[in-house]
């Protein structure tokens, strides 16, 4: 920042410049926290006009925390990594107080009595979370239009969709409403957002980050990844995330790389991989022709570009389709009218309770992935559906691990398409479930995945590529992800 | 059930309303054509698993096993069975729908 914080130049302000304002006394992490409020004030709602992306602010505990760093700042004490930077957290992650709503009717009132590990750590390390985001119902969609509380709008295009399911998450980030916010994925919704919108999208590998207290849609694939204006600001995030949680069995011990370190090492040498199934008909020209210069910048910083092959790849979204709606129809039984949320109070019996409660809780995306879920557990079914869905889990997971053991990360486009319309797909769900064709595989197969702005599109709607890494080779991918932004701003600095 | 019985499979009204009792929703009658339309929508379209032979193939239920990462059978992985504090009761009891401060309270559970 050059001139001082006011309310106008909150404009791509990352982690380290709002830190290092707050930590030289240029601002206060208070009025740091102010001057986004305003601005959330002015531009996010309401519903139907403006962005949407706020569902709930926690003004009360963001002051507390805002008050707790300016103290520290004043006692001249060494300051946590996050030290007042401004955070917001999609609506499927507990916070203590705060609403939870999974962008669900079902659980519209209820406020957890817990915080999610990955807000619990963010506070920690400093961080003020402004408030909860909104996203597609229970995190299943794939435009945010699924969101009992309206949809977003597209801060680069307000005609359009933000994507989902993460859509408040990548918005309010794009929109300059928070410095960085939490989304979580499971077959797409921290990446696809982030290409949608223009910003820094992280899926970290499967285990990485502790899911406890996200509200579970999938739990196999369900993870929790960063939205940020740039790749450092992911890579300071995920260094903050990252760890193993005794509240998540499937959150894994290795020690945690320096992500941030190693940001800005040469990238000469380094084999990309280049799949050919995501190159196929159905891709948007214009986002070919961004992802191909973004290789041709990789190959003239000096790696090693392969030709490669994931056969099993047009088999991701049928498989993604019968496992998480199978996970999801176990998951949200839990949704009952009995211990929180949301209870149908016209019923006299437990049975009908349930029923009518979920009837009036649901909307219809939510109700027709149980069904499916349902359908593809049920007797008679579940070798022809859930375990041959598995199998061929197995074999999306191979291909990945052929492609790594000859190069070190992947490189392709995130979505087969610019951000579409607002209704443009709600009514076939199969076409709106082909928006997420490059994003489920890695999720499935678990791997580490980010979406980095490449370019626009001649209309000024932004590109994003995709970066797959190694399982746990998060370093790796955010160096070669560092190192398109970096030939990003030289294209715009020469354009100019 | 074979694999070319699935392949050819729609799903009838009557099936809708089988799989919506046993996951606890309640359908209006004009929400179930549209249940009917999609889900053999998408039925048909994840029939292309079926293009592949998996006889052999192992089932993955999550990455962990393919990575050699989830926890031992025998259990040695596992963490001590040790009683631990949880989240306060009048906590979880604030936010419930009905509770007499102990319990969760709910309509007749026996239907006579």
Do not use: W
């Amino acid at each position: 920042m050059e001139t001082g914080l006011d309310g106008t130049n909150l404009e791509g302000l990352t982690i380290a410049e709002a830190r290092s304002a707050v930590a030289d006394g240029r601002i206060s992490a208070t009025a740091l926290v102010e001057q986004h409020y305003e601005r959330i004030t002015a531009v996010d709602g309401p519903s139907g006009q403006g962005i949407n992306s706020y569902l709930a602010l926690s003004r009360e505990r963001a002051l507390a925390q805002a008050a707790r760093i300016d103290s520290m700042v004043a006692a001249g004490e060494t300051l946590p990594p996050l030290a007042g930077v401004p955070v917001a957290i999609k609506d499927v992650l507990a916070m203590q107080g705060a609403p939870a709503t999974a962008g669900s009717k079902i659980l519209a009132g209820y406020r957890p009595p817990y915080d999610a590990t990955a807000v619990r750590k963010l506070e920690a390390a400093g961080a003020v979370l402004l408030g909860k985001l909104n996203c597609d119902e229970f995190a299943m969609g794939s435009s945010n239009e699924n969101s009992a509380y309206g949809p977003v709008r597209n801060p680069r295009a307000l005609d359009r969709v933000p994507g989902g399911s993460s859509g408040g998450s990548a918005a309010a980030v794009a929109a300059d409403l928070c410095v960085a916010s939490l989304g979580t994925d499971t077959g797409g919704s921290v990446r696809q957002p982030a290409a949608f919108c223009g910003v820094v999208g992280v899926l970290p590998t499967y285990g990485r980050v502790s899911r406890y207290g996200l509200i579970a849609f999938a739990s196999s694939l369900d993870r929790v990844g960063p939205l940020t204006k740039t790749v450092e600001d992911a890579a300071i995030l995920l260094e903050v995330l990252a760890g193993e949680d005794p509240c998540d069995a499937t959150s894994s011990d290795r020690p945690v790389g320096s992500y941030l370190s190693g940001l800005n090492q040469s990238i000469a040498g380094l084999r990309v991989g280049v799949p050919a199934e995501y190159f196929g008909d159905g891709l948007d020209p214009e986002i070919r022709a961004a992802v191909e210069r973004a290789i041709e910048g990789l190959r003239a910083a000096g790696c090693a570009i392969h030709p490669v092959t994931l056969p099993h790849t047009r088999y991701a979204i049928p498989t993604y389709y019968v496992l998480a709606t199978a996970e999801a129809s176990s998951n949200l039984s839990r949704f009952d009218g009995v211990r929180f949320g949301l209870r149908a109070e016209s019923a006299t019996t437990l049975s009908s309770m349930f029923r009518e409660t979920r009837d009036e809780g649901f909307g219809p995306e939510v109700k027709r992935r149980i069904l499916l879920g349902t359908y593809a557990l049920s007797s008679g079914y579940y070798d022809a559906y859930y375990r041959k869905a598995q199998q061929v889990r197995t074999l999306l997971t191979q291909d990945f691990l052929k492609a790594f053991a000859e190069v070190d990360v992947l490189v392709g486009p995130m979505t087969p398409t610019p951000p579409f319309k607002l209704g443009e797909k709600t009514d076939d769900p199969v076409a709106m479930y082909l928006a997420d064709i490059y994003s489920v595989a890695a999720s499935l197969a678990g791997l580490p995945a980010i979406s980095v702005p490449c370019s626009e599109t001649a209309a000024g709607l932004p590109i994003g590529v995709q970066i797959m890494g190694r399982h746990f080779d998060e370093a790796t991918m955010l160096r070669v992800a560092a190192a398109v932004e970096q030939q990003r701003k030289l294209q715009q600095s020469t354009a100019q | 059930m074979n694999e070319a019985d699935v392949q050819a499979r729609t799903v009838t009204r009557d099936e809708v309303r089988r799989v919506a009792e046993l996951a606890h929703l309640q359908l209006t009658p004009d929400e179930e054509p549209a249940i009917e339309r999609d889900l053999n929508a998408i039925l048909a379209y994840i029939a292309q698993m079926n293009e592949l032979d998996t006889a052999g193939v192992p089932a993955m239920a999550q990455v962990g096993e393919m990575l050699a990462l989830a926890p031992e059978e025998s259990g040695e992985d596992l963490r001590q069975d040790a009683v631990r504090a949880s989240i306060d009761r009048a906590a979880v009891m604030a936010v419930a729908p009905e509770t007499d401060g102990r319990f969760f309270k709910v309509p007749k559970v026996i239907e006579r």
